[in-house]
């Protein structure tokens, strides 16, 4: 279930070169961390820009949850190394992970693992579409296989293995912007990887605005068109798509999100899924889960969530872009 860059960020250098007007002294930094990039520009009191505590946490954090790294504490559960402490990253991811599967009756689940390795979205394992033993894969996936004792991960099955790369980017992105607020930052964007969080406003004394793509095939992120461009003041974003990671074998498109609940790639009218929520990790794993539920249901949980707020882009039955606007969400658009 990972996530494509599925958001033009409307910040780059050329903020930075003007973020000294006004007598406000703002800061840009950016660099590689997840296998992608992060962008963050924020205003900070303090004599020097706060890069290396932000990197600080961002590799502490990712020897948390990335499953590339054979000594994260994610990687070692993956092993049922019994000698494993679970830090604060990984509870929290878990325990909030747990209950986004709950309201979504499993079509968000971390224990996804075996089947994005084996339709080649994943750590490792890729294998021929037609030869994948879903039925086989489907009997060690499951959220409700998996539980918290003790401090100790039990799992039904030693073969269950955790993927958090659908809310693992998202949270990354909370935890940099909690540090900022902890160093007294009003006004920030937090960008990775085209998740985001921002608050307050930008060096000109105005409302952060972000891109939304619209869902164009292409895996290079080369050929890209906005959507529609919203105000962002306090809150989070993700997006979660299937025209970004996909490969064609045998004239037929396989999508990187995965149904946890059937062991496919799913293959629907929802073409892309922006979720607006308080936090990021949320709005990081309500993405992915719509995506598997496909538009109707997705329209009735945001429905349900007050704190949710949702830019759907699907297809009609002629093949033709379409849009749903949560009402919550349009005054946020910029005409």
Known sequence: MKKSLNLIVLFCVLIFTSCQENGKKYYFDEGPIFGTFYHIVYEYKGDDNLQEDIMAKLTEFDLSLSTYKPQSVISRVNNNDTSVVLDHYFLTTFKRGEEISRITEGAFDMTVAPLVNAWGFGFKNKLDPELIPVDSLLQVVGYTKVRLEDGKVVKDDPRIMFDASAIAKGYG???????????????????????????????????????????????????????????????????????????????????????????????????????????????????????????????????????????????????????????????????
Request: glycine share 8%.
């Open 173 to 335: 992105v909370d935890v940099v912007a909690d540090l900022l607020e902890l160093n007294g930052v009003v006004n920030y964007m937090v960008e990775i990887g085209g998740e985001i969080r921002a608050k307050g406003k930008n060096d000109k004394g105005r409302i952060w605005r972000v891109g939304i793509d619209k869902p164009i095939d292409d895996p290079s992120t080369m050929s890209r068109e906005i959507q529609d461009v919203i105000q962002m003041e306090n809150g989070a974003l993700a997006t979660s798509g299937n025209y970004r990671q996909f490969y064609i074998k045998d004239g037929k498109k396989y999508a990187h999100t995965i149904d946890p609940r059937l062991g496919y790639p799913v293959q629907h009218s929802l073409l892309s899924a922006s979720v607006f929520a308080p936090d990021c990790m949320s709005a990081d794993a309500y993405a992915t889960s719509f995506m598997v539920l496909g538009l109707e249901k997705s329209i009735e949980l945001v429905g349900k969530d007050s704190l949710l707020k949702a830019y759907f882009i699907y297809s009609d039955s002629l093949g033709n872009y379409k849009t749903y606007i949560s009402e919550r969400l349009k005054e946020s658009i910029i005409e």
